[in-house]
């Protein structure tokens, strides 16, 4: 268990909805990072948040969003679902920003859009 | 950009044997990181392995080892020992150095290698 929760495991939706992925960093992580994990596109980051605010972002969507709350979670919203955004969504979080830190991963939120 | 390679989608290796996964990269960085990481049936995200680029020994931990040739720009990993329990997919990522660096803390990841183990 790397202390990092995600909710929900599984996500079954329609093309056209939004969704809401959510993540509960490590206590005492400043630290969010999305990835995306499809059979398409392999793993790839999307956005990183560190203390509340928007440190990088990778490959994300204009319909995908995310912020980080004072409490340090972390939510990201993908909007106009398409069949191509089904995929695993990981959250993984770190304790400072500095490189030797690792980056734990959640268990992941599986996104199936039919 | 940087990007990571891996060339071997699948490798078995006989159980209590030894297995080596390739990886390769490019970076015009000269301070980075690298990782091996593995992702059982589970789907957990498991870090193995890490090499600071600045260290010219490599990395070990416990029946895994590193062997981080920097000129060509290779990393391969090496299980020794196999055990059932290996048996998972193993991705390569890197890391950009220079800590606080801004914005440079994403993990950049090869395509995976899947390991199965015969008993």
């Known amino acids: 268990d790397s202390g990092v929760t995600q909710t929900p495991k599984h996500l079954i939706t329609a093309t056209g909805q939004r969704v809401t992925l959510r993540c509960s960093p490590r206590?005492?992580?400043?630290?969010v990072y999305w990835y995306q994990q499809s059979l398409d596109q392999g793993l790839q980051f999307l956005i990183q948040?560190?203390?509340?605010?928007?440190?990088a972002k990778g490959n994300i969507l204009e319909r995908f969003s995310a912020q980080q709350f004072p409490d340090l979670h972390s939510e990201l919203n993908l909007s106009s679902l398409e069949l191509g955004d089904s995929a695993l969504y990981f959250c993984a979080s770190s304790s400072e920003t500095g490189p030797r830190d690792e980056q734990f991963f959640g268990p992941g939120t599986r996104l199936t859009v039919l | 950009a940087q990007t990571v390679t891996q060339s071997q989608p699948e490798m078995s290796v006989q159980e209590a044997e030894t297995v080596t996964l390739s990886c390769t990269y490019d970076t015009s960085e000269s301070d980075y990181y690298l990782f091996w990481y593995k992702q059982p049936p589970s789907r957990q995200m498991i870090l193995v392995i890490r090499?600071?680029?600045?260290?010219?020994q490599n990395a070990t931990e416990n029946r895994f080892s590193v062997n981080f040739q920097k000129a060509a720009k290779s990393f391969s990993l090496k299980i020794s020992d196999s055990q059932l329990g290996d048996a998972a997919m193993y991705f390569c990522?890197?890391?950009?150095?220079?800590?606080?660096?801004?914005?440079?803390?994403?993990?950049?990841f090869g395509t995976g290698t899947r390991l199965t183990i015969i008993p």
């Open positions: 990522a890197y890391r950009q150095g220079s800590s606080r660096n801004f914005g440079n803390e994403k993990l950049t």
């Open positions: 090499q600071e680029a600045y260290k010219q």
């Open positions: 206590s005492g992580d400043l630290s």
């Open positions: 948040y560190y203390n509340g605010e928007e440190r």
